[in-house]
Structures are given as C-alpha cells and as structure tokens.
C-alpha cells in the first residue's frame, strides 16, 4: 500500500502528526495550550510516546514501527497511572499519578 494512502485513511480516522502555526508572538500561548492537552496523559505514556517517535524515524517498515507502537502500548496500559487514567476520566476528575 502506498504511503499517501495510508497516511490519508489514517487522517480520515483522526490519527496522524499534527501542525501548528501560531501568529507572530502567540507560539508561547499556542505551546502551553498544547502541553496543557499532553498533560493529561500518563507519564510514561507520554515518554515512550515520544521515544518511539524517535525511534521511527530510523525504522526499517512500516510493519517494524507498527509492532513497536503495539509493544510500547501494552507495556504502558500495564500500570497504576493507566488504571488511574481511566477511573479518573470515568469519575470526571484529573489523574493522580504516581508513576507505577
């Protein structure tokens, strides 16, 4: 399959890299309101978020970073903080995570 396929049937999905542009002297507004959304996440979920990013930008298939995010992923619904993600976002409350 195509990148360009893949990439437009995953924005039709709603997953993909997103850009900003924020208007001259804004960018600081526009930062903190994206690290306002990325707070909200696990601590390690946002870590291994992130370090498999790197890691794909030098990943030999598409097949390869596919099994990575699926590994990354199930080691980081194994924790405390996951749980807590959850329960918090079905009792309408911010987390309290402990990084367990």
Do not use: C
């Amino acid at each position: 399959m195509r990148l360009d396929v893949i990439a437009q049937q995953r924005a039709a999905r709603g997953v993909g890299e997103r850009h900003f542009r924020a208007a001259l002297g804004e960018a600081s507004d526009a930062a903190l309101a994206l690290a306002e959304q990325i707070i909200v996440n696990t601590p390690l979920g946002t870590w291994m978020g992130k370090a498999t990013l790197w890691s794909n930008l030098e990943i030999s298939s598409l097949e390869a970073a596919i099994d990575l995010e699926a590994r990354t992923q199930i080691l980081t619904l194994a924790t405390d903080d996951a749980r807590e993600q959850l329960e918090a976002y079905r009792e309408g409350r911010a987390a309290r995570y402990t990084n367990h």
